[in-house]
């Protein structure tokens, strides 16, 4: 067994582990979101959680992060804000997932 | 209704803070495009020099308090209520590097107070940020966003009341370090104004290089790091570094 490669190996692991944890963090920064004054997360939850609602009700009633209830009046332009900043993390996120490949090259 | 940021920075012997100061508001033009506004002592307004348009608040620091066996000057956080000009306040510590427009939008909210609980330790390895110390949760008051209102100035009250009976608050919550930390004040004032229940937060993580993280590089859109003989980087992501010989990179 080549001791050497299993080293070069399982560093290179740490280091992506490492790398994935932060890019991971700092796409869940990137996905708070401010709206009506009130803060949420655009996160899987909370777009399918609109999506669903605006679906039979112009206007509607959710939580924002810290459980206080919201309406949302304009659930197009809620919706919109939470997919935009959902991908663009999402899409930063990818950037740097691309990277990781590369490292073991 | 006015918003902007408010600055606290006194060199020391040990550190040359206000090296830091100046790319904490370069960064804050940047991605925050909030005014700001300075708080310093005579000595640190001197060595800033030009810095751009900026508010100066001049005080005497009080004196005292230590971290690592070296001067600390860390103690009038508390004094940010009647220090700012604005009617929604974003204290930053000046180690806090934004290099997003992350925190801007946290001024748009409709909150009285606003605290982060967590960090995010981006060394992944040794000594992970505590989120909890003694009997209760901690808060980070690296970052605080606060009105005008009743309940914010009660916020700042009882810290100025924490922090004049301070050695009995360690006692009571069963908190081991001896010097002053903003972080205890404000957590024990948040939960004895909150009703001794759970309240309000910043939903986001502190991202924090922590004291032994050597940074490398830095520059408008990120920095790079040494850590266990580990390079890392890492490029629009705010980040709270702690090592202060940053002012010298």
């Not at chain 1, 919201?70 to 900043?85: G, H, Q, S, W, Y």
């Not at chain 2, 009976?165 to 002053?180: D, E, G, P, V």
């Amino acid at each position: 067994m080549d001791i050497s490669e299993l080293k070069r190996q399982s560093d290179l692991s740490y280091d992506t582990a490492i790398a994935k944890r932060n890019a991971l963090e700092k796409a869940h920064s990137r996905q708070v979101v401010v709206y009506k004054e009130h803060i949420f997360k655009a996160d899987p939850h909370t777009i399918c959680l609109v999506e669903t609602l605006k679906k039979n009700n112009d206007k509607f009633f959710v939580l924002d992060n810290n459980s206080n209830p919201v309406e949302i009046t304009d659930p197009d332009k809620f919706l919109n804000l939470l997919i935009a900043r959902n991908q663009e993390s999402l899409n930063a996120y990818h950037q740097i997932y691309k990277t990781f490949h590369k490292r073991g090259e | 209704m006015s918003k902007g940021i408010l600055l606290f920075c006194f060199d020391t012997e040990t550190s040359k803070y206000h090296k830091i100061l100046r790319r904490c508001v370069n960064l804050i033009r940047k991605n925050l495009k909030l005014p700001i506004t300075l708080v310093t002592d005579l000595a640190t307004f001197h060595k800033i020099g030009d810095i751009g348009n900026v508010n100066y608040k001049l005080i005497t620091p009080e004196q005292g308090n230590k971290k690592d066996a070296k001067p600390w000057l860390n103690v009038d956080r508390h004094l940010a209520y009647e220090l700012s000009p604005y009617d929604t306040t974003m204290v930053m510590d000046i180690d806090y590097f934004a290099f997003t427009d992350n925190l801007r939008q946290f001024v748009d909210t409709g909150y009285d107070f606003l605290v982060s609980r967590q960090a995010h330790n981006m060394t992944f390895t040794d000594q992970p940020p505590r989120d909890r110390f003694g009997m209760i949760d901690m808060v980070w008051a690296t970052i605080l966003i606060f009105n005008r209102s009743p309940k914010s100035k009660l916020i700042f009250d009882t810290v100025k009341y924490v922090k004049k009976h301070y050695y009995h608050f360690t006692q009571l919550y069963r908190i081991t370090a001896r010097n002053f930390r903003n972080d205890y004040a404000f957590a024990i004032a948040l939960q004895q104004v909150n009703g001794f229940v759970d309240y309000e937060v910043l939903p986001m993580k502190l991202h924090t290089l922590m004291p032994q993280c050597e940074i490398l590089k830095i520059d408008d859109s990120g920095l790079v790091w040494r850590h266990d003989n580990k390079v890392m980087y890492t490029v629009d992501q705010d980040v709270h570094v702690l090592n202060k010989e940053v002012a010298n990179v």
